[in-house]
């Protein structure tokens, strides 16, 4: 299966996960946190993969006397993307098999038990917007 243009290879994951642990870098930064003892070879590559995240819309590049590079994608976001595309790839678009996988194998707390069912009934589409905000006041 053809990747699409947006998929994120591991190599820029790690790019990503510099910028969003340390903010707005320039490459030589991005660099030595990758490959604390680089060469010019490894400059190359994380230049190139800044290349492909810019294109992607996934960083942002402030040109000056050094370019510095910022994530533009939130780390949650990609989360989400990542984990439709395996629902949809795996479980048929269904979230079921996915959650009740997770939850059988690494189990919940009794607080994450908690925060799951209010998250599930805030989010629940029979309810109104009026009905969700007096649950949020209470």
């Not at 910022?70 to 780390?75: C, S």
Request: hydrophobic share 35%; glycine share 6%.
């Amino acid at each position: 299966m053809a990747r699409t243009p947006q998929d994120i290879t591991d190599a820029e994951l790690a790019v990503l996960q510099v910028l969003w642990d340390k903010g707005p870098l320039p490459i030589r930064r991005i660099t030595d946190q990758l490959y604390p003892e680089g060469k010019t070879a490894q400059y190359a590559t994380v230049q190139k993969l800044l290349e492909r995240l810019e294109s992607k819309a996934c960083v942002s590049r402030e040109r000056g006397g050094v370019n510095i590079y910022a994530a533009m994608i939130d780390r949650d976001d990609l989360v989400g993307r990542r984990l439709q595309a395996v629902a949809e790839k795996l479980c048929g678009g269904s979230w079921t098999p996915l959650l009740t996988h997770l939850v059988q194998v690494r189990g919940l707390s009794e607080k994450d038990r908690q925060a799951l069912r209010r998250m599930i009934d805030d989010f629940d589409p029979r309810k109104t917007k009026k009905e969700r905000r007096g649950k949020e006041q209470s």
